[in-house]
């Protein structure tokens, strides 16, 4: 049986409840093409493995690298497993990732509640 795998576009990604949302439908990976710029590198290095680890879901972040006119794309493309490790990472200059993305450890996952009006009932 395969894995159930969800997209995202872009800024979604930096979105709890969008990413929530898509692993509360089955998601185990999400797919998130995108062109961010420089100086927004903080959402390779840490939005995107937070949100992995936060929501419990691989993330495949595929950032446009190079540079278009004024505009300077930071490149950096991930994937992500759900406990947060890096698997594989580009750098500044375009590249192809291919590795495979365990099922993860739910084990080793959170069981801390991802969003607390769900405990709640609402407030």
Do not use: W
């Not at 995107?48 to 794309?73: F, H, K, M, R, S």
């Amino acid at each position: 049986a395969g894995r159930k795998a969800a997209l995202l576009i872009c800024y979604d990604v930096e979105f709890a409840h969008h990413v929530g949302a898509v692993a509360a439908a089955g998601a185990e990976i999400v797919l998130v093409p995108t062109a961010n710029m420089m100086p927004f590198t903080h959402v390779t290095r840490l939005t995107v493995p937070a949100q992995a680890v936060t929501q419990g879901v691989a993330i495949a972040y595929a950032n446009y690298a190079g540079t278009e006119g004024d505009l300077d794309y930071c490149g950096g493309s991930l994937i992500v497993n759900a406990d947060g490790a890096i698997l594989a990472q580009a750098g500044l200059a375009p590249a192809v990732l291919v590795t495979d993305v365990p099922a993860p450890d739910r084990a080793l996952l959170s069981t801390q509640a991802r969003d607390f009006r769900k405990v709640s009932g609402g407030a």
